[in-house]
Structures are given as structure tokens and as C-alpha cells.
């Protein structure tokens, strides 16, 4: 079976690989750690084809050392133990290199496994992640490693890339290859930051391209059926997943409604529809809120619809309500006032509740001052008395200051009137 093409055309030196200029320029720490040879326990975080797997591999080439290249996906304990019970013989007289791919799936138990062996030097550990190290890492494992971020590789980066695999491609099959060079940046956007995927659409223009006289001819309408899709990066149990409804909702706070519809089209397009209605109804309480009350019930009839009809129409009430919101004047005096409130709580000030508030209906013997002196504000006239409210040792806390908004400033003013 013949690998990938990601595989057979893994580049061996860091100026062959693309991307990651943040961390491979000349100068850059993580370059200059790897031209010394002294390699450190190393954890690489960043999005799956951006070339975490390949510098491990160019790294490993650079050491003397044993290597073992372990998928914890499917590795398991016994497979740690042999490769522990390497250390000391002759196959590992200079120590062993250890690569973790997809750490995040080892156990505590596993990762508690390889301490003592990488505290010692017996083990260099290299790990790579998709996920965020600090949440799947065991803490005393991170503490023993460096964190280097690894980011989505743009359009422009890959070219390069895309250019060398048609030349493998059209080298390795005694062919050639008619493709124009101005469709390459179209692989790469297509192929969302993902040099691996980029390779697969090259390998597979070649299988899809028309064979005529020796030539292969790559057209743009054969990129474009390759492709469809295939940009989409979502992963409901993932970081993608939080990092796209995290934008989602704070696109909709900052009021920008093109950035807020678009993603709202990648959750949508992930098939995560309750993902969607959650984050636009909390929006609509936490950051427009008393701006504009009445989008509370507005938006919960706009989900309350797209759950109902499903998808795909579900996407135009939720796109209307996705606007309103992102639109509609902000407040968050609701939100912090009850924040502050549960941050006084947690402090301990759960003080008893005035005697006039409390749910007395009779005086018992030990009562000094008999009777519950409630007053009802509709006996008074604009159906408001001055009584307090609040616990004795919480008199004058301020917890809700009204929005620069003309709905709570207008509720303020009208309040200001009665009560002065």
C-alpha cells in the first residue's frame, strides 16, 4: 500500500518546511535549540498538517539518539515498557528519544509513567497535541517541557509546498503535469491551514485530472470539485469547537455583524446547531440585556423556530436574530450586577433578611417589637414607598449602575422623579 503523499514527500531540513516562521526563522529560539543538538523534553500544540509530526522527525534525525515514534491513540502501558526497558542497553547507549504523537489521549496514569525517566535524561520526550496542552497534560509533565505553538499555515505558505508535490507527483508517475501555477494559492485556501490536506488534493488532482498522450491536465473546475468543504475545521469536543463559539458570541458583544454570520455558517456548517441557539441566547441576556429588553423573548422565538424546522432553514432565523443582536445597543449592567452579587456571596455575606421582608405571619413571645411593618408600595401613590430592602450590613451597596443606554437612562430618570 503506498503512503501519503504527506509522508513520501516529508521534508527533512528546516528550510524545506513551510509555515512557522514564529518558531523555524533564523534566530528563533526553537531553531537555534535544534541547530545545538542539545534537544530539550519539547511539547508542540497546533492544528493537525502544520508540522508538528515532520520537525520531530527532522529533530530526531539530528540526535544520536534511539528513537521510538509512539501514536497514543493506540499505544498503550506495555508499549511504555518497552521502551523504557531500552534505557541502559546498547540500541540506546546515548539515551532515547521518545515521540508522542496526540498526547492528549494518554491518561494521567501513562503520562505519570515516563516522569522519572525524562527527570533523569534517560528520555527526551518530543509531544505533539491538537489540543491545549495546559487542559490535557499532566502539570509535573509540562513542567518538565517546553510549549512551542504551532499555527495554521496561510494560503501563501503553502504554495511552495503545493509547487513541490506536483513536481514529485509528475516525476514519480513518469508524467506530465499541465496545471496552472495560478491555481496553487486555491489549493491552499481550500485546504484551511492544512499542509497534509494540501498534499491529498494534489495527489488527488492527478487521480481526477484528464489523461491524454503522457500529459495530465489539472483544471481549476477539478480544484474546485476536490475541494468543496474540505476547508471546514470543526471538532465539537475540540479546541475548534470553543475557539468558533467563543468568536461567535464575542463577534456579536464587539457589534460586528459579518464577522458574527460567519460564524455562525462554520458552527452550522459542523452540524452544531444547539452550540448556535445557546451562545445567541446568552448573548442577547449578557450583552444586549436592558438596552433592549425586548430581544430576550425576540431571540428565543428565533431558536425556538430553528429547532423546530431544523436545518438547513434554520439557518435564516438564526442568521436575522444573529444581526439583531450584533446591532442592537449593549449592556451588560444586568450581567455585572449579579456578579457582583454571587462574588459577595462567595465572600460570606449572608446577612438575615430585615425583619419587614421576612415571611412572618405571627410574633412569637421573644419578640420585642411585635408586627412585620411591611409597607405595600401599591398603597402608595406611584406605587413606590421608602422602606430598605437589603440586609442592615448591606445598606447603600450598589450592585446594578444603569447603562449609558436610552432605555435605562429613560427607567433611571423616571425613578430619580419619584423617589427624590
Known amino acids: 500500500m503506498t503512503a501519503p503523499l504527506a509522508d513520501r514527500l516529508r521534508p527533512t531540513t528546516l528550510d524545506d518546511m513551510v509555515g512557522q516562521s514564529h518558531l523555524l526563522s533564523q534566530g528563533c529560539a526553537l531553531r537555534r535549540i535544534i541547530e545545538s543538538g542539545n534537544i530539550p523534553n519539547l511539547i508542540f500544540y497546533g492544528p493537525s498538517g502544520t508540522g508538528k509530526t515532520t520537525l520531530a522527525s527532522i529533530i530526531a534525525a539530528k540526535t544520536d539518539k534511539k528513537l521510538h515514534r509512539l501514536n497514543c491513540t493506540t499505544a498503550s502501558t506495555a508499549d511504555i515498557k518497552d521502551v ?16 508522542l504523537d496526540e498526547i492528549q489521549y494518554f491518561n494521567k496514569k501513562q503520562q505519570q509513567s515516563l516522569l522519572e525517566h525524562i527527570e533523569n535524561g534517560n528520555i527526551t520526550l518530543i509531544a505533539s497535541t491538537t489540543e491545549n496542552p495546559y487542559f490535557y497534560v499532566y502539570s509535573a509533565l509540562l513542567s518538565r517541557s517546553t510549549v512551542f505553538e504551532f499555527k495554521s499555515v496561510t494560503a501563501q505558505e503553502i504554495v511552495p509546498a503545493i509547487a513541490r508535490a506536483f513536481d514529485f507527483l509528475a516525476r514519480e508517475e513518469q508524467v506530465t503535469v499541465d496545471v496552472d501555477a495560478a491555481l496553487f494559492p486555491l489549493i491552499g485556501e481550500f485546504s484551511g491551514g492544512d499542509v497534509r490536506k494540501a498534499m491529498n488534493v494534489c495527489e488527488l488532482c492527478l487521480t481526477a485530472g484528464v489523461r491524454e498522450n503522457g500529459k495530465i491536465t489539472v483544471t481549476e473546475q477539478t480544484v474546485k470539485e476536490l475541494t468543496a468543504n474540505t476547508a471546514l475545521k470543526y471538532d465539537r469536543t475540540g ?13 456579536m458583544r464587539g457589534s460586528d455583524p459579518d464577522a458574527a454570520l460567519y460564524y455562525l455558517g462554520r458552527i452550522l456548517m459542523a452540524g452544531d446547531l444547539p452550540s448556535a441557539c445557546r451562545r445567541l ?34 439557518r435564516i432565523p438564526l442568521a436575522d436574530a444573529v444581526v439583531l443582536v450584533a446591532m442592537a445597543p449593549k449592556s451588560a449592567t444586568g450581567h455585572d450586577g449579579i456578579n457582583a452579587v454571587m462574588e459577595d456571596l462567595q465572600a460570606g455575606k449572608t446577612y438575615p433578611v430585615p425583619r419587614h421582608l ?10 420585642a417589637v411585635k408586627g412585620q ?29 444603569p447603562g449609558d443606554n436610552k432605555t435605562e437612562q429613560a427607567f433611571a430618570e423616571y425613578w430619580k422623579q419619584i423617589k427624590k
Open 239 to 251: 479546541d475548534e469547537h470553543y475557539d468558533c463559539i467563543s468568536a461567535f458570541q464575542k463577534s
Open 358 to 367: 421576612q415571611n412572618k405571619h405571627f410574633d412569637g413571645e421573644d419578640q
Open 373 to 401: 411593618h411591611y409597607k405595600y408600595p401599591h398603597a402608595y401613590p406611584h406605587h413606590w414607598v421608602d422602606q430598605t430592602y437589603l440586609p442592615d450590613r448591606l445598606v447603600g451597596t450598589t450592585y446594578y449602575t
Open 84 to 99: 523504557v526497558s531500552e534505557i541502559g542497553t546498547l540500541t540506546a547507549r546515548n539515551g532515547i528519544l521518545l515521540y
Open 281 to 314: 441566547m446568552v448573548c442577547a441576556c449578557e450583552d444586549v440585556g436592558l438596552a433592549y429588553p425586548q430581544i430576550i423573548p425576540i431571540v428565543k422565538s428565533a431558536v425556538d423556530i430553528a429547532l423546530q424546522v431544523g436545518m438547513p432553514e434554520a
